[in-house]
């Protein structure tokens, strides 16, 4: 069975960074093909990607994002970390992390990140 | 970036009617060495995570029930429920996987009639 975590505040303030942390379980990062990726979901509406990190360490980014994410992963604790600087109150949204194999399988519950001062 | 177009936004569907929405991409998805479209469909309901439905444009995932069938190959494609249910109320969306990002449609809802 896998599962994925999100965890990280749930209150930052604006041009705060913003560190978020994806646990898994179920599957290995270090299996050929396999990746993990950020989404997020401003509410009311619809699903934005943000990140994606490989099995091989292969790092990919919204290039509308790209100078203010950073994702890593620690395979031998099977973390996935996303994060995000200069955050702004459109920022605010539900933080997902999500395992793709085919497609994004498996999804974390999500993690909602208010951005206020 | 490729960029998913969802029509309609919005759907209502009488119990036990086919219910079709639509997908479209800026570019084609289809990886020609592989002949496989890189082509996602989710589910999502309030208060929950998406939860995948088809990939490769037509595989339905484990466990999701046969009324939902995915087609369509390049640039245009279809998601399928053949006899809606109750529980089938949801936001729909679309995903490309071929290139980063992996855009998103902006959704389609689908409502009981």
């Known amino acids: 069975q896998i599962t994925l975590e999100e965890s990280g505040p749930t209150l930052v303030k604006p041009t705060q960074t913003l560190t978020l942390t994806c646990t898994f379980s179920g599957f290995s990062l270090s299996t050929t093909g396999v990746g993990v990726g950020w989404i997020r979901q401003p509410p009311g509406k619809a699903l934005e990607w943000l990140a994606l990190i490989y099995w091989n360490d292969d790092k990919r980014y919204s290039p509308s994002l790209k100078s203010r994410l950073t994702i890593t992963k620690d395979t031998s604790k099977n973390q996935v970390v996303l994060t995000m600087t200069n955050m702004d109150p459109v920022d605010t949204a539900t933080y997902y992390c999500?395992?793709?194999?085919?497609?994004?399988?498996?999804w974390g519950q999500g993690t909602l990140v208010t951005v206020s001062s | 970036d490729i960029v998913m177009t969802q029509s309609p936004d919005s759907l209502a569907v009488s119990l036990g009617e086919r219910a079709t929405i639509n997908c479209r991409s800026s570019q084609s998805v289809l990886y020609i060495s592989n002949n496989n479209n890189y082509l996602a469909w989710y589910q999502q309901k309030p208060g929950q995570p998406p939860k995948l439905l088809v990939y490769?444009?037509?595989t339905r995932e484990s466990g999701v029930p046969d009324r939902f069938s995915g087609s369509g190959s390049g640039t245009d494609f279809t998601l399928t429920i053949s006899s809606l249910q109750a529980e089938d109320v949801a936001v729909y969306y679309c995903q490309q996987y071929y290139t980063t990002p992996h855009s998103f449609g902006q959704g389609t809802k689908l409502e009981i009639k």
């Open positions: 490769w444009a037509s």
């Open positions: 999500a395992h793709k194999a085919d497609g994004y399988n498996d």
